[in-house]
């Protein structure tokens, strides 16, 4: 089995869980235990139909192991392989009730990671060139933002903040709360944090945000002649962020006004699933 390591996840526990809440208790696949005879064995191929960067094979490949731990399985392609439609990705062979049980859990893993991988690479092939690195959020499904980050990079994006303890972010609500700009950025550094980040959706709250210790500006919301404005007006004396509404048709404008980074929530919210498919055929 290929190993799969990845800091903050839990693969064995993923994969109890996620069989637990499609099997029920007491565990059963109706359908398999009724349909196949316990001995049948099954051959399969898991497959693209579609162009896609794949993302997931070893988690797949797990809850297939975790049902049969003698079942035979080939990964033809690596993780964040782009791959042609029509692309075989996985081979396997074992028993057909515990392959047929696990299949939608696998399939489901592999397809939302790779449809957010795939999303993710069209956006980076975008801006190719352009020096701006593209950034996800912490737009993610509540249990699945390790993984799903994990997708992000492996589609060519650079992770964000993990969440709210690796980084201060100062958005709009705890401007007005504390009552400016600089007044919010001071009370961070006060506190001794390291990284501050700070949303800034007009030109004339750059320099208090910068006056005041602010070490990384998000420009919200920023039409591409604003954000080149905002860029010439900073100089380089902390890295800049777009971010708000950016989607693949003005991703390569918004790079070339100079941002250093552009954050697009839409890579892990709105990503489609990628169309992948699992066909067995008696062995």
Do not use: C
């Amino acid at each position: 089995m290929t190993p799969f390591d990845l800091p903050g996840f839990d693969l064995d526990a993923f994969v109890a869980a996620t069989l637990a809440e499609d099997l029920g208790s007491p565990p059963r696949d109706v359908t398999s235990e009724s349909v196949i005879p316990a001995d049948a064995l099954f051959t399969g191929a898991m497959d693209s139909r579609d162009a896609v960067t794949v993302v997931g094979l070893p988690i797949a490949q797990a809850f297939f192991r975790a049902l049969d731990p003698d079942v035979e399985i080939e990964l033809l392609v690596g993780e964040g392989d782009k791959v042609s439609a029509g692309t075989d990705l996985m081979r396997l062979r074992g028993k057909a009730r515990a392959l047929l049980t696990a299949e939608r859990s696998a399939l489901n893993t592999v397809q939302h990671l790779s449809g957010i991988a795939t999303m993710t690479r069209a956006y980076v092939d975008r801006i190719a060139g352009t020096g701006a690195t593209l950034l996800d959020t912490r737009k993610t499904i509540p249990g699945l933002r390790v993984l799903e980050k994990y997708a992000t990079r492996m589609g060519g994006a650079t992770n964000h903040r993990m969440g709210l303890w690796d980084a201060a972010m100062i958005k709009d609500n705890h401007i007005a709360v504390a009552g400016s700009v600089g007044e919010a950025v001071r009370r961070a550094v006060a506190a001794g944090i390291g990284q501050i980040i700070v949303e800034v959706d007009r030109i004339d709250q750059i320099e208090p945000a910068i006056a005041a210790g602010a070490t990384h500006l998000l420009l919200d919301n920023m039409p591409p002649a604003v954000l080149r404005g905002a860029v010439t007006l900073v100089g380089g004396r902390v890295p800049t962020e777009a971010s708000g509404g950016v989607q693949l048709e003005t991703i390569r404008e918004i790079a070339q006004t100079g941002v250093d980074f552009i954050s697009v929530g839409r890579l892990t919210q709105s990503a489609p699933a990628a169309d992948i498919g699992l066909d067995f055929a008696n062995a």
